[in-house]
């Protein structure tokens, strides 16, 4: 299995960034999707989530209304469309990969659920 991710870059502040996850070596369909991202010296924290289907999303709070995580089913690709962004949306952004073994709204937002992961993207946003 292998996601790979793309898109990363530098930004001002205000301005907007798409990043791309490509999945290979397993059965999309069968998989949540989620975006991670690890600033220096702090935790990964889950920016957003997906559905199988793509129907149900989730996002934590400080990017809701500026992000839009999406997938493309045929293409085994996820992404996470950024607006308006801000200095502290500076981080390493990673794609995640969870099998539907259990509810996508339980713990969509935790770490541990997450199977397989993909090598990260360096966003850096100037102000």
């Known amino acids: 299995v292998q996601l790979q991710a793309f898109g990363g870059g530098l930004v001002q502040a205000g301005g907007s960034m798409r990043l791309s996850c490509t999945a290979s070596?397993?059965?999309?369909?069968?998989?949540?999707m989620a975006w991670f991202r690890q600033a220096p010296g702090r935790e990964r924290d889950v920016v957003a989530a997906i559905e199988w289907s793509g129907v149900i999303t989730r996002y934590t709070d400080s990017v809701k209304g500026r992000f839009t995580i999406s997938r493309d089913n045929a293409k085994n690709t996820v992404y996470l469309q950024m607006n308006s962004l801000k200095p502290e949306d500076t981080a390493v952004y990673y794609c995640?990969?969870?099998?539907?073994?259990?509810?996508?709204?339980?713990?969509?937002?935790?770490?541990?659920?997450?199977?397989?992961w993909g090598q990260g993207t360096q966003v850096t946003v100037s102000s």
């Open positions: 070596g397993l059965t999309f369909t069968n998989y949540h």
């Open positions: 995640a990969a969870e099998i539907r073994t259990s509810p996508f709204t339980i713990y969509w937002y935790a770490e541990r659920k997450y199977d397989y």
